[in-house]
């Protein structure tokens, strides 16, 4: 759809580095809005339960025009318009709830560098962005990511404390699901005979004593999946 990557499970969250580290506010933001103005229906459709025309918690109309020389920042959605959320400064987002501006410093600094910019069509959630700001006036493109519709629910699911964690949690997933599997296998006792003989191919991984365990794919070992939505 575009040149706009999509981010489909907390493990793609944490590597986008998006919202982090403090004091940026784009991690809360998003639980906020998610939880406060997306509803997911039956049918896979995200319904917007804020009004983002009227300017409620500082919304505000996103012109999607060039960056610096590159083009739009986000796809063109036709006819249906982009509203931008996350500048603490503007009078709206005072209605904000405590936890998302509690670390704003009122200066244009990294407090306040994070943004969600939404597409919208009748009530309809057509798509979600979170980028930020690389200067005061302009987007950082390479930091900009759309968010997927199973990323959604995820975020929705999670209570904010383990969402904030969860989020923040830098680590390399597959050597640590790896050094888990490694760690569980059973120490095999080499005096203990085995009940039926077994005559090992030379180079069978499985039979010798001294090679690593064969993985198989672990559930949350990446695998990069198109979202319906980006």
Known sequence: MSGVKALNDMAELQRSGFGQPSPRHGLRLLYWFLNACVEVNPRNRMISLCSSSAGDFGFRIFHNRGERGRGPLLPDSGNLPYYELGNLSVSGAKSLPEYV?????????????????????????????????????????????????????????????????????????????????????????DLTPLSTPL??????????????????????????????FC
């Open 101 to 189: 501006r509690e670390k704003y410093t009122g200066f244009q600094d990294k407090s306040n560098t994070d943004r969600i910019i939404v597409s919208l069509d009748s009530g309809t959630v057509r798509s979600i962005y979170v980028t930020r700001h690389v200067t005061r006036l302009n987007f950082d493109p390479s930091h900009t990511f759309c968010i997927g519709l199973e990323l959604v629910r995820t975020i929705k699911n999670l209570q904010r404390e383990d969402f904030l964690r969860a989020a923040k949690r830098r680590r390399n997933i597959r050597s640590r699901c790896d050094t888990t599997l490694r760690t569980e296998e059973p120490e095999r006792n």
């Open 199 to 228: 005559t090992p191919h030379p180079h069978s991984q499985e039979l010798h004593p001294h090679a690593a365990p064969r993985l198989r794919l672990h559930p949350h070992e990446d695998t990069r999946r198109i979202s319906d």
